[in-house]
């Protein structure tokens, strides 16, 4: 009797043990990311690419959770999409695409402690919120000086005899300021600054613009175009079809798309880009190509797109890193792996582009396919009169 009730204690003690669970078998923590892409409005294309990218991010990270929102191309829509986002108790937000949009997008993470990295949107004034106290925010993208600074390395590269400057209106400000500094760095005025208005104003705008460049330029000249948006594909045929020389170098956006370049037969258009995929910045950027060419039948190189895949990207790894809890000093004191490079922040929350790591592309559209032009290490082709 007294070995049979030592063993039922025995066996009562064991029967309430539970095995603990293996590191398999534990719930995988993953970050719930909230994406603000537009779907609707001006910029609906860029959010084609926003939502592509950042599901693709999704799936290379396996910790990611994802929620969407319409930001429209409206700031009252950014703010209503932002606290939609908060209200499904995201951990962070990435995304929208213009500088006013960002500006309340980046006052509502301010008010409702929320991270949110700005994807797209170049302008001054998010630096400044983070100067005078929004520490919420952190930006990917190119701010404004480094969209003239890229721009300033073309024209260091290609050494032409002028160089004209051709600006979109809704855009002025951003392109006024990327002129500044193509100014201060390259030391020399353009022989033309000239803006075209958006067609919802002015349809036949950007036609006399063309028209008035084509009978001016001369052949070892170039002409900066600071519109991304598609009316950019129509001035460049307006301007070619009307005998326009030189190369036309665009800030990117819907001319540096290969697949667009060749049905346009563009020769000679230079254009930027955060990466291509003849740049292994890292092991993420053939990734990224491949399997958005692969997964969404076009090309990957929208700066939008990538750039918000890589906003993904590193929110990923700073919850790996330190967890939610800690997401805001990991994002200042760390380092990101992106398809773009080596991300790390400045005091002002300001990705480092322009670093060892961290470099804007330069590509140029000949014989019917793109060569890389900058940076030195990447370049597979020189400015086409320099040959």
Request: glycine letters at 10%.
């Amino acid at each position: 009797m007294k070995w049979n009730a030592i063993f039922l204690t025995v066996f009562l003690i064991l029967g309430c043990i539970q095995p603990a669970e293996t590191p398999s078998e534990q719930p995988e923590k993953k970050i719930k990311i909230g994406v603000l892409i537009p779907e609707t409005g001006l910029y609906s294309a860029a959010g084609v690419a926003m939502k592509n990218a950042a599901e693709l991010a999704a799936k290379h990270t396996g910790n990611v959770e994802l929620v969407f929102a319409d930001c429209g191309d409206s700031p009252e829509k950014t703010k209503t999409a932002f606290e939609y986002l908060v209200s499904q108790n995201v951990d962070a937000i990435v995304g929208a695409y213009s500088s006013p949009q960002a500006m309340v997008a980046a006052d509502a993470a301010g008010e409702n402690k929320v991270v949110y990295l700005v994807s797209v949107a170049s302008t001054g004034v998010i630096e400044k919120k983070v100067a005078e106290g929004n520490s919420y925010v952190f930006r990917t993208s190119y701010n404004t000086t480094y969209w003239g600074v890229v721009a300033a390395e073309f024209l260091k590269l290609a050494e032409p005899e002028k160089y004209y400057f051709v600006g979109y209106d809704p855009l002025k400000t951003f392109n006024q300021g990327m002129l500044n500094a193509i100014e201060e760095i390259y030391g020399s005025d353009p022989e033309m600054e000239i803006y075209y208005k958006s067609p919802s104003v002015a349809p036949d705008d950007y036609k006399n613009v063309a028209k008035l460049l084509a009978e001016t330029v001369g052949e070892k000249d170039v002409v900066i175009l600071g519109d991304p948006s598609g009316v950019s594909i129509n001035f460049l045929k307006e301007y070619r079809a009307n005998g326009g020389k030189g190369i036309v170098y665009s800030v990117g956006g819907a001319l540096a798309l290969p697949a667009t370049l060749k049905k346009l037969n563009a020769e000679y258009t230079a254009f930027q880009a955060a990466a291509l995929e003849e740049t292994e910045k890292t092991d993420m950027t053939k990734k990224y190509f491949e399997e958005y060419r692969t997964g969404y039948g076009e090309d990957a190189n929208n700066y939008a797109g990538l750039l918000t895949y890589d906003s993904v990207l590193i929110l990923s790894q700073a919850f790996e890193k330190g967890g939610k809890d800690k997401l805001i000093e990991t994002l200042e004191s760390g380092s990101f792996k992106g398809a773009a490079g080596i991300y790390s922040f400045n005091s002002k929350h300001q990705a480092l582009w322009g670093s060892k790591d961290l470099k804007g592309v330069i590509g140029e559209f000949i014989g019917g396919k793109v060569e890389v032009l900058y940076p030195p290490e990447y370049a597979t082709s020189q400015v086409v009169w320099k040959e």
